[in-house]
């Protein structure tokens, strides 16, 4: 899924050039982006989002990514967001001889799709119980407000 331009606040991300991941060390849906730019053997430009920090809910990602979740691709200043449509879309335009996912009656790739679109739809319960049990928590729009107030400062210290 691409974000429209129209959509996009932090504009300085358009005149990024290469491929560009924001993304989240603990975070499977970035990881499985990760691993398949490994196997395309492509550079790319890391940016860390600190979901514990919940960087990700900052103004200057949300101008990025309105979703607020982790990863985003920006390609040579086109984000790109929903990690499965990430990987259909790198492994379209990226990827050589041996195609990754859309390989032509391969039942590994085909087996491979259907845990992906497995995962995506159990994502939401795992959100909730990552959210509920684990380190990341929700927080109030005053506590983004006040965040954003001295948001540069934990993103340098990040
Ligand atoms: N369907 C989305 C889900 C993305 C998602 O939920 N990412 C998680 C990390 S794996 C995230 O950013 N969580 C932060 C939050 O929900 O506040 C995708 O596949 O990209």
């Known amino acids: 899924m691409i974000i429209s331009k129209d959509r996009i606040t932090t ?45 990700n809910s900052s103004r200057w990602y ?30 379209q335009n990226y990827a050589t001889e041996n195609r990754f996912f859309f390989k032509q009656d391969c039942i590994e790739a085909s087996e491979a799709k259907a845990l992906l679109d497995l995962e995506k739809s159990l994502h939401i319960e795992l959100r909730i119980l990552t959210i509920q049990f684990g380190p990341v928590k929700l927080k109030s729009e005053n506590e983004i407000d006040e965040k954003e107030q001295n948001g540069d400062k934990e993103r340098q210290s990040y």
């Open 62 to 91: 949300l101008g990025i990514n309105p979703h607020g979740v982790v990863p985003a691709l920006v390609d040579n200043g086109t984000v790109h967001v929903e990690s499965n449509d990430i990987l259909a879309y790198l492994d």
């Open 11 to 55: 504009t300085e991300v358009q005149s990024w050039t290469g491929l560009h991941l924001l993304h989240s060390q603990g975070s499977s849906c970035s990881q499985k982006v990760r691993i398949l730019l490994g196997e395309l053997n492509q550079p790319w430009t890391a940016h860390a989002i600190n979901l514990r920090k919940q960087e």
